[in-house]
């Protein structure tokens, strides 16, 4: 690699100290940490492309998954079987829910498809994630609609 004279602009061998051309001092250490410093941002620009983010709406769909499984099918069922009330009445709230998660995770889907669409490099990760966020969702949505036919 020459070295650029910081002086003239012309070209030096790249042991010089000197400016062939006009006798300045060349600045070596500054060239190297410029090139340097070029290459790291180049890196990180890279890694932030391979990356783009996620929407988020499938942990939002996460939460609410759990909320509505220890929230409603777990604790509100127990404590609405203490007060005798049915506790059918808090897996239908759940299933509610339930296909609230189905949606975030379809959402997370079409946002994928659409990051994909403009050319955007996205991860399989939430790609993924809202796949299996919606057969999870589907299942226990259909094991409580089971269980208030049932009883
Ligand atoms: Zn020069």
Known sequence: MAIECRNCGK???????FCAHCGSKLSVNANKKKAKSKKGNEKVEQEVANEVPSSGISMLGLIIFFVALI???TLLAMLLNQF?????VAFYLSSVLYVLVVGCGIL???????KKKKGLE???????????EIIMAL???FANITQVLMK
């Not at 070209?11 to 100290?17: G, P």
């Not at 997370?108 to 659409?114: A, G, K, P, R, W």
Request: hydrophobic share 45%.
């Open 84 to 88: 005798g009330i049915s506790h059918k």
């Open 108 to 114: 997370e889907l079409i946002d994928y498809s659409y």
């Open 71 to 73: 929230g409603f099918d």
């Open 122 to 132: 996205v991860t399989n990760k939430a790609n993924n994630f809202a796949v299996a």
């Open 139 to 141: 299942f226990v949505l």
């Open 11 to 17: 070209m030096n061998v790249d042991d010089a100290v």
